[in-house]
């Protein structure tokens, strides 16, 4: 059984884990939907005139952001299942948070890719291939694992009613 002590250990770092999934998905969402091409800061950075960019390159850096955007949704995604797990103790928020954080992340990667029309597309594909394997082997072993427990648990009630 464990301790008190270890239970508060483990919902301040379910607590916190939680917390910084929500952010890393709330800025993952603005790398993928809301942030444009181009900020006031990247200019002032590069020193260049955003008017003289040919429209393909700013389209680019869209491309290249909303990318970026998936990986970054994608890690909060799982941290989420993780923060999710250690506050309930239940593993089935780690198998699905990890399930959801690899699609999203390699889904986006490879819709990014063919974009581009990239020359790496065959191999961006195959990890989006691995990772619809591994949510589906994660997703598979819920369920097995949730019919597993109903069963176990029929079984019990059976033999408490006799």
Same mark, same amino acid.
């Given at each position: ?5 270890? !239970?508060?250990?483990?919902? *301040?770092?379910?607590? #916190?884990? %939680? /917390?910084? =999934? $929500? ?63 250690? !506050?309930?103790?239940?593993? *089935?928020?780690?198998? #699905?948070? %990890? /399930?959801? =954080? $690899? ?60």
């Amino acid at each position: 059984m464990p301790t008190q002590k270890r !239970l508060r250990k483990d919902l *301040l770092g379910g607590a #916190l884990t %939680t /917390a910084l =999934g $929500v952010f890393t998905l709330g800025i993952g969402v603005y790398f993928l939907f809301l942030r444009p091409s181009l900020l006031p800061e990247d200019i002032r950075h590069t020193g260049i005139d955003a008017a003289t960019l040919p429209v393909a390159f700013v389209d680019w850096l869209g491309i290249v952001f909303s990318t970026w955007g998936g990986f970054i949704a994608g890690f909060g995604i799982v941290l989420l299942g993780i923060g999710a797990s250690l !506050l309930s103790r239940r593993t *089935l928020w780690l198998y #699905l948070g %990890t /399930a959801a =954080g $690899v699609l999203v992340a390699f889904g986006r990667f490879v819709i990014s890719n063919i974009l581009i029309g990239s020359d790496f597309l065959w191999f961006i594909a195959t990890m989006f291939v691995l990772a619809l394997v591994l949510a589906t082997v994660l997703v598979l072993n819920v369920i097995r694992r949730h019919r597993t427990n109903e069963t176990a648990s029929s079984d019990v009630d059976r033999t408490a009613r006799r």
